[in-house]
């Protein structure tokens, strides 16, 4: 037997072209199936049908990269540099904040790698075909090119190929394409070029599976050249992304380093050149000033602050593989989002139903049978109308769907078969119809199925009462368009009368109208069969569509659409406060998306552009880039278009977020920059690529999640100004004791210095990692992304305004305990040449902890960037409360305990200090809410720094 032709480029799209027994030829088979030999002679040519693996990094790798990051190098460096020092103690607290803090980032992030696993499991073992002309069962990785795959209702499909016999063969695609409605399939050759390859009905495609009938299929690809696979190899070939907080810490890394080293050399040469110092002395004492500048609290603070953040998304259904992602999140700028369950319910609902004599108005969404049928400003019941009862009668029983109860009261119902099929007897019972008492008395006793080509169906059912005289009846379903031209009468207010072309005008401008609204929309007419009609056969066997579809009367339009979940439009319109754009991608048609889009307020012009599928092949990137400037909607799209989209978006500097749920939507969740799984409809391979995963597929938790994104960016602002601001008061002492040439004794030592970075400043810090957003966090543009973590603004509020205040409650508690003790202005200063005099070993042990008690008042401060902090609750945050009772704790405990005054130079302080030091946190807070408010009055906010423009838009 000859091998496969290529018939052309595209293979797939040719033979799509080719009738069944072309099919055969083309692909050098038969309708007998391949002979064992030539298809172990196609294996050895083409290989195994499997999805091949990439391979990945070693968890040792992976574990080690925790601490081989610029952060984490700076530590290690910080720590043998504290060694050098003669500060062993200090070395060992550094290292152990490092590796303490690697570890529980690893154990945070550790998510193997399993998209490939995912992909192989949603293939099936087994699958039939016909070998040496009879049906056999083989594995699913021994199908090749050529093979006759015989499919059944439920199985999964095991490769790609071309239908060549169909008996309502239905496939559940949704995990290519993100669509939940099953496709029907046909053998017929397909000469549409404006389809893409998922669209095309007679092309069926490994992952998806049979959700109804059966059918022959002739494998044409296998393996890595099949849809599947090209997915696969889209998703393992892209690189690991840096998230927009690693690159900014990575930067602050580089910028704190040469900070910290510029410090150390200023403080070695001013030692040596006003105290006069040894070399080796000042060398000593510039080492101990490099490790105070370098924020060792930086790394557990960020991490803790990315933790907190995920349990608390956890709790907004949305689940984060990794810490970074978060505050991705909050860097968004555009979010791409599906259409089908995240924007909308996912349950198809009919909202309009028409007749020649009256329109209705559909109340409930989702398939619980929860609403009513209004019409005049009052409620029908298909009672009322004999119109109304044939229409709704006509469409359910011309159904092969199945509505299933919830198992527990307030669960979910559930659809077997076709979302479409199923919304329509769901309108039936709104309007009171008792289905299985229909079913009886209208028994059906033979289907004609649906097809593409005829665009309708129709069940044959036997009458228990005669309708138009008639003991049988057709009911028929399909497009509007279909079903006018085949009907010669319509029903018009309980009475049959001639179709006019005045009544086909106005059936097709109803539909038109709604079709415009993006409404999905289904004619119903009937067929009455006399057992005497001339051309109709005795035998219900012998029926065909040729036979019953024709001189129909027409009824009605069902009218129905995927209804918008009740929650979307305000997300959509609190993103659009928030400066994120909302792109929806969807492979759904263009009308349908543009009308749920401007439900919702994604578009609000009259003319957004719409891309479908085929379109986007022909235009250029550079016209993408200029459409995505604008409102734009994009339809039909293919796994590889909707990528196309991320990466341009991308490269116009946008962050962005993707949503899919399907295999399709894999390449575009690994590339983007912060990739939404759905949690409840997704595939494993979608929930893999992602990295975070909604647990309600919701597209409102979205939005909740970038808030707090946004909160723990805001949050490691908040820190790195609480840690930098210590620096001064460490810093000016020691400036204090080199310019006065050493007149002023050192205010505070080296190891009172590194215990304020790395012990009583660590845990309020760590707490404010746990502040939640605040107030008028969406009301703020995106961050942008190049913007860095170490601004000039944040620089001035740390050590121009924090930082000042800090030193001169340092200094100041210094000079205080030497004044107490007797010192007066033009007196040598106790400890000038004496380290342990009791007098300087008190004022330093007081310039120590005026430090602590002012960042009572600077952590308070911190919390919120411009709102008062009473308009949050003083103590509403357990964590910094903890944190400050934790560095009183210890500021206490190493001025009492001889061992750890002799290792901190400090001593028991009485009550006049304590009063100096408790005066000190209301009065930092007081300031600052001072100039807080002032800036508040001059840009218009409230005490909750909010805009007071922007609080009419809620």
């Given amino acids: ?86 500060m062993p103690e200090l070395g060992v607290a550094v290292w152990l904040v490092n590796v303490i803090n690697g570890c529980f980032s690893y154990w945070q992030e550790h998510q193997a790698d399993k998209a490939t696993e995912a992909l192989k499991k949603m293939l099936p073992s087994f699958v039939n075909v016909i070998r040496d002309g009879h049906e056999q069962k083989i594995l699913a990785e021994d199908l090749v090119p050529g093979d006759v795959m015989l499919l059944e209702e439920g199985d999964k499909i095991s490769a790609d190929g071309r239908v060549v016999r169909a008996s ?63 997915i696969a190899s889209l998703t393992q070939n892209m690189g690991e992304k840096q998230s927009p907080l ?33 070399i080796a002395a000042s060398f000593i004492f510039a080492l101990g000033m490099v490790v105070a500048f370098i924020p060792e609290g930086l790394l557990p603070t960020v991490t803790l602050s990315l933790a907190m953040a995920v349990q608390r998304m956890s709790k907004r259904n949305a689940l984060v593989k990794s810490l970074s992602s978060v505050e991705a999140l909050g860097s968004t700028s555009v979010i791409c989002t599906d259409k089908t369950g995240t924007l909308t319910q996912n349950e198809m609902t009919v909202n309009h139903l028409w ?100 665009k309708r169906m129709s069940t044959i059912h036997q009458l228990e009462r005669p309708l138009d005289g008639a003991t049988r009846v057709a009911f028929v379903k399909g497009a509007p368009n279909e079903l006018v031209r085949l009907s010669t009468k319509v029903r018009v207010n309980g009475e049959v009368m001639e179709m006019t ?27 009455p069969i006399h057992r005497d009609e001339k051309g109709v056969p005795t035998s219900v066997s012998e029926y065909t569509p040729d036979v019953i579809e024709h001189d129909l009367t027409f009824v009605g339009l069902e009218v129905m659409q995927d209804p918008p ?30 009308s749920i889009a401007r439900k919702i307020g994604i578009v609000k012009s009259a003319h957004p552009k719409v891309f479908s599928g085929p379109e986007l092949e022909k235009t250029s990137d550079e016209e993408l880039r200029k459409a995505l400037e604008g409102e734009v ?44 799984a759905m949690g409840v409809t997704g595939t494993d391979v979608a929930k893999e690529a992602a990295d975070m995963i909604l647990t309600d597929d919701n597209f409102a938790s979205i939005v909740s999640a970038v808030e707090e994104g946004r909160a723990v960016y805001a949050n490691i602002r908040k820190f790195m100004v609480y840690i930098l601001n210590s620096n001064v008061p460490e810093a000016v002492p020691s400036a204090v004791y080199l310019f006065s040439s050493g007149a002023v004794p050192l205010p505070l030592t080296t190891m009172q210095i590194l215990t304020v970075d790395l012990g009583t400043d660590m845990f309020p810090a760590l707490g404010l990692g746990s502040e939640p957003p605040e107030k008028d966090v969406m009301n703020r543009p995106p961050r942008d992304p190049s913007e860095p973590l170490l ?114 130079h400090t001593c028991p302080l009485n009550a006049w200090d304590y009063l100096y030091l408790v005066l000190l946190p209301p009065a930092v807070l007081a300031l600052e809410e001072a100039r807080k408010a002032i800036v508040r009055r001059q840009g218009h906010y409230d005490r909750n720094g909010v805009r007071m423009d922007t609080q009419s838009e809620r």
């Fill in 565 to 594: 979940r009740p929650e979307v439009a305000a997300a959509v319109a609190e993103c659009r406060r928030a400066g994120i754009r909302v792109i929806m991608i969807t492979g759904d048609y263009g009308l349908t998306a543009v």
């Fill in 246 to 278: 690693q690159k900014q810490l990575d930067h602050l890394t580089k910028q704190i380093t040469v900070f910290a080293l510029c410090m150390g050399i200023v403080f070695l040469v001013l030692d040596v050149a006003f105290v006069h110092n040894s």
């Fill in 633 to 676: 909607v994009f339809s039909r799209m293919a796994p590889e278009q909707k990528l196309r989209v991320v990466e341009n978006l991308q490269a116009m500097g946008e962050v962005v977020a993707v949503t899919g749920d399907g295999v399709n939507d894999s390449p575009a969740l690994k590339k983007a920059d912060i990739g939404v």
């Fill in 791 to 904: 601004t000039g603004k944040v620089m001035r509020k740390a050590f121009l305004w924090y930082g000042i205040l800090g030193a001169l409650s340092s200094l100041g508690a210094f000079f205080f305990a030497q004044w107490a003790a007797g010192w007066r202005p033009g007196a040598t200063m106790f400890g000038v040449g004496a380290d342990l005099d009791p007098t300087y070993v008190r004022a330093t042990t007081m310039a120590l902890a005026a430090i602590v008690f002012s960042q009572i008042g600077e952590v308070m401060n911190c919390r919120t960037e411009l709102a008062s902090v009473f308009s949050v609750g003083l103590f509403s945050n357990k964590q910094v409360n903890k944190g400050i009772l934790i560095e009183v704790a210890l500021i206490v405990f190493i001025t009492l305990f001889p061992p750890f005054q002799d290792v901190f």
């Fill in 355 to 454: 007749t020649p004599s009256r329109e209705y108005e559909v109340t409930g969404v989702g398939y619980a049978p929860k609403g009513e049928v209004r019409a005049d400003g009052r409620s029908f019941s298909a009672a009322d109308d004999d119109d109304l009862r044939l229409l709704l009668v006509g469409g359910a029983l011309c159904s092969n769907a199945r509505l299933i109860e919830p198992e527990k009261e307030g669960g979910r119902y559930t659809v077997l078969g076709d979302p479409t099929e199923a919304c329509l007897l769901v309108s039936a019972q709104k309007a009171g119809l008792d289905l299985s008492e229909e079913e009886r008395l209208i028994p059906r006793v033979r289907e004609l199925p649906f097809e593409s080509r005829r």
């Fill in 501 to 527: 072309d005045s009544l086909r005008e106005k059936i097709m401008h109803a539909n038109d109208g709604y079709a415009e609204d993006g409404l999905r929309v289904l004619a119903v007419a009937y067929r």
């Fill in 1 to 86: 037997m000859e091998a496969p032709k290529q018939v052309s480029s595209s293979p797939i799209e040719e033979i799509a072209k080719l009738t069944p027994d072309k099919v055969f030829s083309a692909m050098g088979t038969a309708a007998a199936g391949l002979a064992s030999n030539e298809a172990a002679s196609r294996q050895a040519k083409y290989g195994k049908n499997t999805i091949q693996a990439t391979r990945k990094k070693s968890q040792v790798v992976v574990f080690l990269s925790n601490f081989t990051h610029l952060m984490a190098i700076l530590l290690w460096v910080a720590g043998i540099i504290a060694f050098i020092a003669g």
């Fill in 168 to 230: 309502d063969l239905q496939v559940d695609q949704s995990t290519l394409t993100g669509e939940s409605n099953p496709v029907r399939k046909t053998s017929d050759a397909v000469l549409d070029e404006d389809l893409t390859t998922s669209e095309t009905p007679n092309l069926v495609f490994e992952g998806t599976s049979v959700s109804e009938g059966n059918g022959r299929v002739v494998v044409t690809q296998i393996g890595m050249s099949t849809e599947f696979g090209k």
